[in-house]
T-cell receptor, first 112, second 115 residues
Framework: QQQVKQSPQSLIVQKGGISIINCAYE??????FPWYQQFPGKGPALLIA?????SEKKEGRFTISFNKSAKQFSLHIMDSQPGDSATYFC???????????FGKGTHLIIQP | DAGVIQSPRHEVTEMGQEVTLRCKLI?????LFWYRQTMMRGLELLIY????????DSGMPEDRFSAKMPNASFSTLKIQPSEPRDSAVYFC?????????????FGPGTRLTVL
């Protein structure tokens, strides 16, 4: 049972473009939704996170949009740069569980 | 400040051998999580501890896997005997407290290959 579904699996965006990654969750008890960024050979690192009481959170070029009724959230990377090329994971936590439930990841490539 | 430290970074072993992975938490953090990453299954939670006490080990795949936290800053994940399907990258993550919004800080991982 996959509780967090992530799409697309891979994404190629031109430099300066907008990268959009989508996630959907099933467990309505989830109450914390982080996005992690992972470079090859490294561990995942927190990029940005949101609670369901807000619909959007922005930090620099990174924005999370959250739709509680649809049980969906997305990551937008504005003005995408080659250095943003990495694997991105959405995750969720809550409902009495302290561990993170991760999506399968999106391999993002930003072409110069 | 040093981040989460894992050792070894790479481990190659033969089927049937015992494997021990090690993790040192960030100083002052009270919670530790072990995850496994594979291409097929992605990142999966194996077990986590709070204040040295195992809270949830429902993600541990089999009795061959065991984890301990002998003190507040150190944990081990042991596989005995190891099998080829255990090949994966194993991460530990450190968290200040068990609070829903606390950030989990991941280590660099141990890449395990079982031949």
């Amino acid at each position: 049972q996959q509780q967090v579904k992530q799409s697309p699996q891979s994404l190629i965006v031109q430099k300066g473009g907008i990268s959009i990654i989508n996630c959907a969750y099933e467990n309505t008890a989830f109450d914390y939704f982080p996005w992690y960024q992972q470079f090859p050979g490294k561990g995942p690192a927190l990029l940005i996170a949101i609670r369901p009481d807000v619909s959007e959170k922005k930090e620099g070029r990174f924005t999370i949009s959250f739709n509680k009724s649809a049980k969906q959230f997305s990551l937008h990377i504005m003005d995408s740069q080659p250095g943003d090329s990495a694997t991105y994971f959405c995750a969720a936590r809550g409902g009495g569980a302290d561990g993170l439930t991760f999506g399968k990841g999106t391999h993002l490539i930003i072409q110069p | 400040d040093a981040g989460v430290i894992q050792s070894p970074r790479h481990e190659v072993t033969e089927m049937g051998q015992e494997v021990t992975l090690r993790c040192k938490l960030i100083s002052g953090h009270n919670s530790l999580f072990w995850y496994r990453q594979t291409m097929m299954r992605g990142l999966e939670l194996l077990i986590y501890f709070n204040n040295n006490v195992p809270i949830d080990d429902s993600g541990m795949p089999e009795d061959r896997f065991s984890a301990k936290m002998p003190n507040a800053s150190f944990s081990t994940l042991k596989i005995q005997p190891s099998e080829p399907r255990d090949s994966a990258v194993y991460f530990c993550a450190s968290q200040p407290k068990i609070r829903a919004t606390d950030t989990q800080y991941f280590g660099p991982g141990t890449r395990l290959t079982v031949l």
